[in-house]
């Protein structure tokens, strides 16, 4: 008994395992048949067998396709049966899909992050007026808070102006503006300071009663 003992290191590698090792060996058992009218009996019966194991997707559109690509695919496409669906080819089943590609953006300034350049772009599309000002100075604002995170100390306004200045292609210039910046101290300011009332006592869950 010991003799006749198989492990999984030494089976064959299956190919689809959440099939498990029957349906492979009843696909190389109908493999192995010599006439194509058995092969064709064979391969509608296993077909019928994968479907129970997935009743949940017997509703899903193109399921039978589905389970006679897996049917080839599980034979190494080397069973000979007739499918009423158009068989996978081993070339483009082992085809590699091309890569995507990925945008690259290699901003200046990376501090201050690739939506900012979005938001200048939106704004120099504007009409001149008060809404556009107040986009403005809403990114410039936002401009020295992303610096302030990346340098902890301080940044003066004419640097936030000098940046808007270039990032825009010359577009927006602030830089002789007497209007100065939100200061550095209410834009790092942290909000669970202030996340409570003042005076207000929380209270755990664990004290009150449940009834």
């Known amino acids: 008994m010991i ?3 198989e492990y999984n290191t030494e089976r064959e590698h299956l190919i689809i395992p959440e099939y498990g090792r029957h349906i492979q060996k009843m ?18 019966a296993i077909i019928a067998v994968m479907g129970n194991l997935q009743p949940h997707l017997r509703d899903v ?34 085809e590699r899909p091309e890569p ?6 290699h901003p200046k300034y ?3 992050g690739n939506n900012i350049k979005t938001m200048i772009d939106v704004a120099n599309t504007w009409e001149d007026g008060d809404l556009k000002e107040a986009l403005i ?8 808070k992303c610096f302030l995170n990346w340098n902890k100390d301080t940044v003066e306004d004419d640097v936030i102006y000098d940046h808007l200045y270039e990032l825009s292609g010359g577009k927006i210039n602030l830089r002789n503006s007497d209007e100065d910046l939100s200061d550095a ?17 929380k209270t755990s869950n664990r004290q009150r009663k449940r009834y």
């Not at 995507?100 to 953006?105: F, H, S």
């Not at 100075?137 to 020295?144: C, E, G, R």
Request: positive net charge; glycine residues 4%; charged residues 30%.
């Open 61 to 94: 559109p193109d399921f039978q396709h589905k389970l006679w690509d897996q049917l080839f695919i599980m034979s190494n496409f080397g069973l000979d049966a007739d499918s009423p669906f158009t068989k996978p080819s081993k070339e483009l089943f082992e």
């Open 3 to 5: 003799d006749n003992l």
């Open 137 to 144: 100075y809403t990114i410039a604002n936002h401009m020295k």
């Open 110 to 112: 990376r501090f201050y």
């Open 100 to 105: 995507l590609r990925y945008p690259q953006n």
């Open 185 to 201: 101290s209410s834009l790092m300011r942290s909000k669970g300071k202030y996340s409570s009332k003042k005076g207000h006592k």
């Open 27 to 44: 696909i190389n058992y109908a493999k192995s048949r010599e006439t194509k009218e058995e092969r064709n009996k064979l391969a509608k």
